[in-house]
């Protein structure tokens, strides 16, 4: 099964009571296709770019919530019922790209032969690399002489002569 991401954008006074049990609701109809939540987040309050006009008014913030969860593709098209839910601004589902799950997890080789197709040769040229005798040597403080700055006083005084 395919990992998803759900992304609920509720109203800015739902209590978070009501926020849990539209969770929940999502995560029981998840269960009932043989689906696993992984991981709930909620962000908070967040500014949103431009209002979300709803029957109650224009919206400019928003609680953001995440789902994630393992379930089958057929899934995404059942949710289709939070349309009618008046307490979300928006709603999004995402499908995680690449993601490792199930029996391909389990048989990875865990990286070992990550490296096999790196080609050394194309990372570099041997022709352009220098090699210098002279890092040996890193006490190079005594060949450096300093001027010391005369006062501004001397200075003055030298020219006038």
Request: hydrophobic share 30%.
């Amino acid at each position: 099964m395919p990992l998803y991401d759900c992304m609920l954008m509720v109203k800015p006074l739902v209590t978070r009571e009501s926020m849990a049990e539209l969770v929940s609701r999502v995560a029981r109809r998840a269960y009932q296709r043989n689906g696993v939540i992984t991981d709930v987040k909620s962000f908070g309050t967040v500014q949103l770019g431009y209002g979300i006009k709803k029957l109650d008014g224009r919206h400019y913030q928003g609680q953001l919530m995440q789902m994630t969860m393992m379930v089958p593709p057929s899934f995404t098209k059942e949710l289709h019922y939070l349309n009618k839910e008046d307490r979300l601004l928006r709603w999004l589902v995402v499908k995680h790209r690449d993601a490792v799950y199930g029996l391909e997890f389990i048989n990875e080789d865990d990286g070992r032969n990550e490296m096999s197709g790196f080609n050394l040769s194309l990372s570099r040229d041997d022709d352009d690399i220098e090699l210098d005798d002279d890092d040996d040597d890193d006490d190079d403080d005594d060949d450096y002489e300093y001027e010391v700055e005369e006062d501004e006083d001397e200075k003055d005084e030298e020219e006038k002569k």
